[in-house]
Nanobody, 121 residues
Framework: QVQLAESGGGLVQAGGSLRLSCAASGSIFSIGAMGWYRQAPGKQREFVATITRGGMTNYADSVKGRFTISRDNAKNTVYLQMDSLKPEDTTVYCC???????????????WGQGTQVTVSS
């Protein structure tokens, strides 16, 4: 089994910053892409950012220039530095990781439970 645990959410004023972390643990052979999505109640899940094992990144237009994704492969951890936060960034942020549990198996996506980010105006 593989578990992803997020941390770092909370309440911040508009213009402020938060840093989210997501650590993968369990039966891990290797991890490919890692990233973040967000989902507000009653809305579709929205892509935020992703990073490959080699460090290539991709961002949603809505966060480009404000959010920075990074990872520490030795710690199986992905981070999301969120700057210049806006009230519309308020929602639950979930991390994911493409994990291989064995050299004999293809990778599968695993998800965290989510962490709430609230930006007040």
């Amino acid at each position: 089994q593989v578990q992803l645990a997020e941390s770092g959410g909370g309440l911040v004023q508009a213009g402020g910053s938060l840093r989210l972390s997501c650590a993968a643990s369990g039966s891990i052979f290797s991890i490919g892409a890692m990233g973040w999505y967000r989902q507000a109640p009653g809305k579709q899940r929205e892509f935020v950012a992703t990073i490959t094992r080699g460090g290539m990144t991709n961002y949603a237009d809505s966060v480009k220039g404000r959010f920075t994704i990074s990872r520490d492969n030795a710690k199986n951890t992905v981070y999301l530095q969120m700057d210049s936060l806006k009230p519309e960034d308020t929602t639950v942020y979930c991390c994911y990781a493409a994990v291989r549990t064995s050299i004999l198996r293809p990778s599968s996506d695993y998800w965290g439970q989510g962490t709430q980010v609230t930006v007040s105006s």
